[in-house]
């Protein structure tokens, strides 16, 4: 026997619009119809809560995943004895996590700066350096200048010195879920810098490196001499 869809494509165009719209409300009353197309229904239904399920599930584990390597880090930060580095040339000091690895990089390997590292499908790093003040600004100056140009978020001035917090910038591009905390002292024509990065995830795993950059000062003693210090 031929199906209904035969049937109609053997009629005329109009006779088959007619027929159509016919089938269409047979099939819209016939209860097998219906209660096929409702099965059909439940089962994307279920299909679509199923994955968003898995989804959901994936989530949480990925979430958990984080919360424990940031626990995990927090308290080794908090245990660690914090060694001090001394700069060989310009005399600064600073503390560091002892499980940090001193970097070897081009940028770290010029005089007067040093960085220490944590890399554990997450980068935090630890670094001290120069920036030039050819202008001799002050520390308020200084905050107002490198504060827009480092596209800082806060601001805090001290005597000499101030601090700046915001999302890290890298050769003009953001590193997305990264923020940087850094403390400039003003010495002569020098900005000397101590400088936390790390993801915004671990913000509370880093607490005790953020206060230690709160409270850095550049030389334990006296600065080394001015002709060192380009004075």
Same mark, same amino acid.
């Given at each position: 026997?031929?199906?209904?869809?035969?049937?109609?494509?053997?009629?005329?165009?109009?006779c088959?619009?007619n027929?159509?719209?016919?089938l269409?409300?047979?099939r819209?009353n016939?209860?097998?119809?219906?209660a !096929?197309?409702r099965?059909q229904?439940?089962r !994307?239904?279920?299909?679509?809560i199923?994955?968003?399920l898995?989804?959901?599930?994936a989530?949480?584990?990925?979430? !958990?995943?984080?919360?424990?390597?940031?626990?995990?880090?927090?308290?080794?930060i908090?245990?660690?004895?914090m060694?001090t580095y001394?700069?060989?040339?310009?005399g600064?000091?600073? $503390?560091?996590?002892s499980?940090?690895?001193r970097a070897?990089?081009?940028?770290?390997?010029?005089?007067?700066?040093?960085?220490f590292?944590?890399?554990n499908g997450?980068?935090?790093e630890?670094?001290?350096?120069?920036?030039?003040n050819?202008?001799?600004f002050s520390?308020?100056?200084?905050?107002?200048?490198l504060?827009s140009l480092l596209h800082?978020?806060? $601001?805090?001035?001290?005597?000499?010195?101030?601090?700046l917090?915001?999302?890290?910038y $890298?050769?003009g591009?953001?590193m997305a879920?990264y923020?940087?905390?850094a403390k400039?002292?003003?010495h002569r024509?020098?900005w000397?810098v101590?400088?936390?990065v790390?993801p915004?995830?671990?913000?509370?795993?880093?607490?005790?490196?953020k206060?230690q950059v709160n409270r850095?000062r550049?030389?334990?003693?006296?600065?080394?001499?001015?002709?060192l210090?380009?004075?």
């Open positions: 026997m031929p199906s209904a869809r035969t049937m109609v494509s053997d009629l005329s165009a109009e088959q619009s027929v159509s719209a016919l269409v409300r047979y819209g016939n209860p097998i119809f219906a !096929k197309t099965r229904g439940m !994307k239904s279920v299909y679509l199923f994955a968003l898995a989804l959901g599930i989530l949480a584990h990925v979430r !958990k995943e984080d919360v424990k390597q940031a626990d995990v880090l927090a308290e080794a908090e245990r660690d004895p060694p001394v700069d060989s040339l310009l600064y000091s600073m $503390r560091y996590p499980f940090f690895e070897t990089d081009s940028l770290m390997e010029r005089e007067g700066a040093a960085c590292r944590y890399w997450e980068l935090i630890l670094s001290a350096f120069l920036v030039p050819p202008h001799g520390a308020s100056q200084g905050m107002d200048s504060g800082a978020t806060d $601001r805090h001035l001290g005597k000499d010195c101030f601090i917090s915001g999302p890290l $890298r050769d591009g953001l879920g923020l940087y905390h400039y002292v003003r024509r020098l000397f101590l400088r936390l790390y915004k995830s671990y913000g509370k795993a880093v607490r005790r490196l206060a850095w550049v030389w334990e003693e006296d600065p080394p001499s001015p002709f210090l380009g004075g």
